[in-house]
């Protein structure tokens, strides 16, 4: 069964940092396009960022400059750097995984930043 489990969200003041973790318990974890999605309340979930398996990255114009998606398939992780976070990017985050037809979501993980 393929479980993808964030760690690392919680409460900062507008500016700090936060790193968000997703651990992955899929075969063949290099071969997935891993990525960050989000959900504020009573929105929609966007693209936050993505790695391919080639580690080819794309980001949302909203995040580009801040954000950092990286992955370490020896250890199946990826993970988003976050940096000079602001108000409205509070939400919960979650990873996803996508290799042909099978995707898979996280649980997801809050982050909120407030002061």
């Known amino acids: 069964q393929v479980q993808l489990v964030e760690s690392g969200g919680g409460l900062v003041q507008p500016g700090g940092s936060l790193r968000l973790s997703c651990a992955a318990s899929i075969s063949f974890f290099a071969l997935y396009t891993m990525g960050w999605y989000r959900q504020a309340p009573g929105k929609q979930r966007d693209l936050v960022a993505t790695i391919t398996s080639r580690d080819n990255t794309n980001y949302a114009d909203s995040v580009k400059g801040r954000f950092t998606i990286s992955r370490d398939n020896a250890k199946k992780t990826v993970y988003l750097q976050m940096n000079s976070l602001k108000p409205e990017d509070t939400a919960v985050y979650f990873c996803?995984?996508?290799?042909?037809?099978?995707?898979?979501w996280g649980q997801g993980t809050q982050v909120t930043v407030s002061s």
């Open positions: 996803y995984a996508r290799s042909g037809a099978n995707a898979y």
